[in-house]
């Protein structure tokens, strides 16, 4: 079984940067690609960034060139660099695995980017 706890997230201005993190239980966090996922009020959860287990990327149109995604094995944890934050970026934010497995859902991290 698997854990996943976001932290990180906060009130931020259009422009500004936050690094929300990932912290994953479980001896196997190493071999599982992951990912970073949103959701917006009346909107669908969407995948925005995942990684794999040897550390390949990939990014929703939206975010890139302004998100990165890491992750650090020893450390059980995955994280999301947010830099030039826009307001359409405010979501709640959720990390799982991906293609993403229903029962490890957290409760998120809320994003909200306003002046």
């Known amino acids: 079984q698997v854990q996943l706890v976001e932290s990180g997230g906060g009130l931020v201005q259009p422009g500004g940067s936050l690094r929300l993190s990932c912290a994953a239980s479980?001896?196997?966090?190493?071999?599982?690609?992951m990912g970073w996922y949103r959701q917006a009020p009346g909107k669908q959860r969407e995948l925005v960034a995942a990684?794999?287990?040897?550390?390949?990327?990939n990014y929703v149109d939206s975010v890139k060139g302004r998100f990165t995604i890491s992750r650090d094995n020893a450390k059980n944890t995955v994280y999301l660099q947010m830099n030039s934050l826009k307001p359409e970026d405010t979501a709640v934010y959720y990390c799982?695995?991906?293609?993403?497995?229903?029962?490890?859902w957290g409760q998120g991290t809320q994003v909200t980017v306003s002046s």
């Open positions: 799982n695995v991906h293609p993403p497995y229903r029962s490890y």
């Open positions: 479980g001896s196997i966090f190493s071999i599982y690609a």
């Open positions: 990684i794999t287990s040897g550390a390949s990327t």
